[in-house]
């Protein structure tokens, strides 16, 4: 298994809660944290457990929740020392304007504050509160101070607040913070680069309701973009009709066809320093798409589809790129003679990589959460990596690519 390919398994994390009605929204970041395997403490404010209870958060977590500087029961004077100096990150959702405030002052009378200022570790923050507190000159010159001196923050979005105003100062959403959480504890080693991904099928319209398509998920191409992202790349995913939820770290692109792939990946590769073309492109597409919907008697008795080609996106990128940039990587989804099929298509496409993988096994690529690939690149690498997670894979993927990029440079 790839080191990165679950960032927060095994990682002790410290959430420490304040006192907003956001503080709900802790409980599934919890689970979601814990999900993925981290062992996490809870601090909490006093406020804080007037919204949730402590009950639900020690239950979930598994730990004593630390509620109290000073309570014997709790391991008391050195209980906040303890827990920041065992932590590998400390999550602060929500944080409330008053916490950034005493934060930003260095106090420490609370668990909350005293896992902050005593910790070592990363610290990420999540702001909650009233649009109009988010605003003000106070919270942000916090935030700025904060922010200048190494902690991260993840939000606040945009939306209806608890207070019925309208704007910025609601909590990220729980799977967001978990992301960033994974990002804050991945080396930033792909930082300053832009890469261009695409995921999934295309659908090619037959008439307004058909459409041929191909069983793609977009699984492999989501695994690397939030891959990319987490290492700290500028990342855009162009995505076919996908089963899963793209990347909350990357610029979505959403797309149908072959075409309108073609030409969002186009637009969105200039400068780029990477592509990797993950999505199973359609290689032909009906010659005529119908405005109204076909009838039966359309076909007759034995139907036959007239077909024409689509481009090759990756065979024009190879074709058009001057000089080494971007890198680019395609796959090969084979059921027969992978490597002769991935060397030619190595050449044809004027490719870097290929990521040949055998689909005709029942375990790994399309829909699965699991493959094995083989790596293919023109500088003459070859390697396989046995049947493991997309996640692990994609990271695979990007360290050969990383590591032929630097080996180009002058
Ligand atoms: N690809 C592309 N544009 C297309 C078709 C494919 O960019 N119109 C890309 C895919 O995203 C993949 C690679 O090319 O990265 C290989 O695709 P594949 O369809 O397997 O290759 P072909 O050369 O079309 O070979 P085959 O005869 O196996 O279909």
Redesign the pocket.
């Known amino acids: 298994m790839h080191p990165l390919a679950n960032p927060l398994s095994d990682r002790r994390i410290v959430l420490c809660v304040a006192g907003g009605i956001a503080a709900y929204k802790s409980v599934e970041l919890l689970r979601l944290l814990t999900k993925a395997g981290a062992s996490v403490q809870v601090a909490m404010t006093r406020s804080a457990t007037e919204f949730v209870g402590e009950l639900t958060f020690q239950t979930l977590s598994g730990h004593r929740v630390f509620t109290d500087l000073f309570d014997n029961q709790q391991d008391a004077e050195i209980g906040h020392i303890r827990v920041a100096d065992g932590a590998d990150l400390i999550v602060v959702a929500p944080a409330t304007a008053n916490v950034l405030a005493r934060i930003t002052a260095g106090m420490a009378n609370d668990p909350v504050t005293a896992a902050v200022l005593a910790s070592r570790a990363p610290i990420l923050i999540a702001p909650a509160m009233n649009v109009n507190m988010w605003e003000s000159a106070a919270v942000q010159a916090n935030v700025e101070t904060l922010a200048a001196r190494g902690m991260y923050f993840v939000g606040p979005e945009q939306g209806f607040l608890a207070c019925h105003w309208i704007g910025a100062g609601r909590l990220s959403q729980p799977a967001e913070i978990s992301e960033a959480a994974a990002q804050v504890l991945c080396p930033q080693d792909m930082a300053g680069m832009k890469v261009v991904i ?1 995921a999934g099928g ?1 659908q090619e319209a037959l008439d307004p309701v058909r459409f041929l398509g191909n069983r793609s998920t977009g699984k492999m191409g989501i695994a690397l973009s939030r891959a990319a992202s987490r290492r700290g790349a500028d990342v855009t995913l162009v995505h076919g009709p996908v089963y899963s939820a793209p990347n909350t770290g990357a610029a979505n692109v959403a797309v149908r066809s ?1 075409q309108q ?2 030409d969002a ?1 186009v637009h969105a590769q200039n400068e780029a320093d990477l592509v ?8 032909y597409r009906p010659s005529v798409v119908e405005t109204s919907k076909l009838k039966k008697e359309h076909f007759g008795t034995s139907p036959a589809l007239a077909l024409e ?9 190879g074709a058009s790129r001057v000089g080494l940039r971007p890198y680019l ?6 059921t027969e003679n992978v490597e002769t ?1 991935a060397m ?2 190595l050449q ?2 004027r ?1 870097d990589m ?2 040949a993988n055998d689909v005709s096994q029942a375990d790994r690529g399309f829909g699965s959460d699991e493959n094995a690939v083989e790596l293919f690149t023109a500088a003459g690498h070859r390697s396989s990596i046995a049947l493991t997670s997309k996640d692990a894979i994609a990271h695979g993927i990007l360290d050969q690519a990383l590591l032929e990029m630097e080996a180009q440079k002058p």
């Open positions: 695409s295309t072959a792939m073609c990946i990797v073309m993950a999505a199973a492109v359609a290689d080609r689509t481009e090759d996106i990756l065979a024009t990128l990587v395609g796959f090969a989804a084979e099929a030619g298509k044809r496409k490719c290929i990521v």
